[in-house]
């Protein structure tokens, strides 16, 4: 686990590639019954932003409208650049799919680097700080993250599929005989099955952990930190407008907008 954690953090400080915005799926939109030089300056950039709306409070559903910290950092983002952001929900293992495919232009969604998506995706500079905590039943024997690695553990582990979640226990408990990880679509499927008795145990980032315990009953999250990292923009390969977003993603970090954003979500506490 340790191993691997260094390794994140490495990959995190690492520099990734630039080239040509060609790369990217970006689409325009002009003002209906303009013509001629009149389109030129009426045409808006349009950036197709690709999330899962199933990680609170960084992207989720309000309404009809998608929104969270990560939705509010990308129109922030959008509006420095001069880009109008849309934002496309959709799976989480398929964001990195669409991403390199064209069929969107980045992808934000609490997203981790990790070497095995840096063989389909570039990354910009980290933004945020995650923690991936264990949600238990009350009373549970999983009393810490130790519980999950001592000799002889069986422990069936509830991820949503494609997080690092799933990623950190499939290498940490899975691959290493010490238990089996269910895997769900939703965050939101994978605490059910836990109140249902289906896995001893759920890994999730801790904001949306926060939300599920607070809405079921008799759920708790253990003290103990199962893994710390930092999210990231994902861009298609050798895409320029990485580069432009790493720009005005630190204006923003140090004008203090980021962090307001961030403030605004969670408490400081």
Do not use: H
């Not at 995190?12 to 009149?38: N, W």
């Not at 992808?107 to 389909?120: K, P, V």
């Not at 001592?150 to 990623?167: C, H, I, M, R, Y």
């Amino acid at each position: 686990m340790k191993k691997y954690l260094r390794n994140v953090m490495a990959m995190a400080m690492a520099a990734v590639l630039t080239v040509a915005l060609a790369s990217c799926g970006s689409s325009s939109t002009t003002e209906e019954g303009t013509t001629g030089d009149d389109t030129a300056q009426d045409e808006a950039q349009v950036l197709v932003m690709a999330t899962n709306a199933e990680f609170p409070p960084y992207e989720y559903y309000e309404g009809s409208e998608v929104t969270g910290i990560d939705v509010e950092i990308a129109k922030a983002i959008g509006e420095k650049l001069g880009y109008e952001v849309t934002v496309e929900d959709m799976a989480f293992d398929s964001i990195i799919t669409a991403v390199s495919t064209g069929k969107a232009d980045f992808g934000m969604a609490g997203m981790t680097i990790t070497e095995d998506r840096l063989e389909s995706v570039d990354f910009s500079d980290t933004y945020a700080t995650g923690v991936q905590v264990i949600i238990v039943k009350e009373g549970s024997p999983i009393t810490s993250v130790d519980d999950l690695f001592a000799e002889g553990a069986n422990t069936v582990v509830g991820v949503q599929t494609g997080t690092t979640g799933d990623l950190f226990s499939t290498w940490d408990i899975e691959d290493e005989g010490l238990g089996t990880v269910e895997r769900f679509n939703k965050g939101a499927d994978a605490v059910m099955a836990l109140t249902q008795d289906k896995v001893d145990c759920v890994i999730i980032d801790n904001e949306p952990a926060k939300s599920f315990v607070a809405a079921n009953e008799g759920l708790v999250i253990l003290d103990t930190e199962y893994a710390v990292e930092e999210y990231a923009i994902c861009f298609a390969k050798d895409s320029a407008l990485k580069d432009e977003v790493n720009t005005a993603l630190q204006e923003l970090i140090a004008d203090g907008t980021v962090q307001s954003i961030i403030d605004k979500y969670i408490s400081a506490e």
